[in-house]
């Protein structure tokens, strides 16, 4: 299962990359709060071009039915390190070991789709400051 998820991360953030033609035009940082049930996760993302994963989730067991839990960060590693993105995903409360993940997931969708959005004011350029002071 290890290598599955891995690999499913992986794939989809190779796939985020590309579809993304550099970053060109887009507003690049998205920020998301989730809440489930008793559970809020917070996630920020950077599309960049510059990976890195912030992971402070702790969940109450080792296992969402027959997946362990650890496998999710792995997941999240793999998207971020493909996909050129920042991530920090930090759950700041919460019990329910699937509602933990889940709001995690969530919380990185959401926070992508802010900053994928197109921003009129980089005139179709990838979105940063290098160079220019």
Known sequence: MHHTVEDTGIAIG???HDALDG??????????YIPMDETLTR?????????????????????????????????????????????HIETLYGDNTHHIAESGFKA????????????????GAAPSTKGVL
Request: charged share 25%.
């Open 108 to 123: 990185l969708a959401r926070a992508l789709r802010t900053a994928v959005e197109l921003d009129p004011k980089t005139g």
């Open 23 to 32: 970053f060109k035009g887009i507003r690049r940082f998205g920020v998301a």
């Open 43 to 87: 996630c920020a993302v950077d599309l960049s071009n510059r990976p890195y994963l912030i992971w402070r989730v702790d969940f109450t067991r080792p296992k969402v039915g027959e997946m362990d839990t650890e496998l999710f960060k792995e997941f999240h590693q793999a998207f971020a390190m493909n996909s050129g993105a920042c991530v």
């Open 14 to 16: 190779r796939a985020f």
